[in-house]
């Protein structure tokens, strides 16, 4: 693999390859940051990959309480589906099975946008007719009756299809930990970048897959050609020195964040060094031909 | 650019419907056009240029001094621009509005935002009966939009409201919010007697209680809401004074029970 040589980091001459999706916000409020922080870790939990999980979810950012519109702490989550009407789906389960049931809580759109997808609309049949709607500065809400007072919902949040799955950085080091240093601080310096969500565990993802399988059944399976252990028993692409590979999955409501984000992970990783950090930085893709999204690495250094 | 004023000459000897004098009406005209305007009376047609002295100006901006409570329905119908009025009004201002700002500065008689779809009326002294109420025959009163009277209003304020939000600095009359089919009306001071009379949904807060409540209105207890909090973000930014009663826990009294009981009043927790 050709590769530019940063500050002692090997970074792949190659690029991400991503993919078009349909992606929807909402903001998530409730009496405290650490209530507000439990619904979206509940309703972004189980939501890694369209693969298994029907979407992709996660945290964008925390909100001051002067950016949420019921002036509480809250915060931003986005949601990745392959269908408007799966991400539709998607939406009324989680925000109706992980939000609504989180003391406190209340949801608002994310989003702007002239296509919406239901949110209050629909969630408010819980309030079995005691539901109330409101209209507040132009927004429409849904009031439903909860056993700690209310759960105001708006009615509907935006959709967007210019959204971008798949966005990737593969980090390979020396050691399983030093190559986790580093990939955990990619993922801080990826949190500072807007409308882009890492769905994996923490942001990151030590099973990397490739397409198909030897079984027929199975759709994804392990990306051999990164697994240290298979080193000599298959064509890897890893080279002596590495021990360990980590990956950290982009989803950005634009290409542009999703670059961003690349861009922020990669200088993150080369400021670290190859000494503590990561020595080689690669991306996954499927040779160019599946998804219209390229984001190059060489186009994303510091 | 400087705004269109209209001086009245005098007090007129009849009642003057000023519904033609509103900025879309009045866009692309010119000086004389408009001062040969035919305002209806209740006893024949004047011409604006025989009952306002004139200064021409931008008719998106359109001042009128010197008004008097025989001038009825000021701003009927406007879409946008704005409206202001230096004295009081008659009966009607700002009825079927749906954009723009009107601002009165004086009081306004009856039905003051009658039916009105958008925009804001700004009534800086005290306003009539009917607040935003239907005439005979309509099946709804105010549609939208936002009113703000820093004064007193009469009885019966938001009566048959559907949606919309008016906010009263001051008292209210009896059977505020009457019949309501939806929307918000927040009265800072003490309402009259009977207030949401057979109001079927919407909200009524009222920051120092009324006279008396309809025994059809059941207490739900006192609650700190979300709801409360949207609502006074938006009711500060028209009036920081009225907002202040929404930012402590509220009792919720449900009803009015005698029809439909999905409307509900805010009121002190005292």
Partial sequence: ?302 | MKPLILTLRARPDHRLDLSPLVPHLLAGKTSAAIEKIALQTTHGCVAVGDVFRMRMGDTQQVRIEGACDRLDLVGHGMTDGDIAVEGDVGSQAGRLMSGGRLTINGSVGPFAGSGMAGGHLDIIRSAGDRLGGPLAGEMAGMRGGVVTVRGDVGDRAGDRMRRGTIIVEGKAGRHAGSRMIAGTLLVRRVAGALPGYLMRRGTLVLGEGCDGFSPTFVDCGVHDLVATRLLESFVKAYSARAASILRRPLRRLAGDMAVLGKGEIFCSPD
């Fill in chain 1, 1 to 302: 693999m050709h590769h530019v040589t940063v500050k002692g980091v090997r970074v792949d001459d190659t690029f991400a390859e991503a993919f078009g999706m349909r992606a929807t916000a909402v903001i998530i409020t409730a009496d405290t940051m650490q209530w507000a922080h439990q619904a979206a870790v509940t309703m972004t939990g189980f939501g890694t990959s369209v693969i298994g999980c029907g979407c992709e979810a996660g945290i964008d950012r925390e909100l001051d309480p002067k950016e949420t519109p019921d002036g509480r702490p809250g915060l931003r989550v986005l949601l990745f589906a392959v269908s408007t009407s799966e991400l539709q789906k998607q939406l009324l389960g989680r925000v109706g099975q992980c939000v609504l049931t989180s003391p406190g809580s209340a949801c608002y759109a994310g989003l702007t946008g002239e296509e919406r997808l239901k949110l209050g609309s629909a969630l408010r049949y819980f309030g079995d007719g005691w539901q109330v709607s409101k209209r507040v500065a132009g927004r429409h809400y849904w009031r439903v009756p909860v056993m700690d007072g209310e759960f105001v919902c708006e009615a509907a949040t935006g959709l967007t299809k210019q959204a971008v799955g798949g966005g990737n950085l593969l980090i390979m080091g020396r050691s399983a930990r030093a190559t986790l240093v580093a990939a955990e601080a990619a993922v801080k310096a990826i949190h500072c970048v807007p409308d882009a969500i890492m769905p994996f565990p923490g942001g990151i993802a030590r099973s990397g897959s490739k397409v198909g399988s030897k079984y027929k059944t199975v759709k994804a399976s392990t990306n051999d050609a990164y697994c240290p252990t298979l080193r000599g028993a298959v064509n890897t692409a890893l080279d002596p020195d590495v021990a360990s590979v980590l990956e950290i999955v982009i989803d950005g409501l634009t290409p542009d964040a999703v670059g961003q984000a690349m861009r922020a992970g990669i200088a993150a990783i080369i400021k670290l060094g190859p000494s503590r950090g990561a020595m080689r930085i690669g991306a996954g893709n499927y040779g160019g031909s599946l998804g219209p999204h390229h984001f190059h690495l060489k186009a994303l250094l510091p």
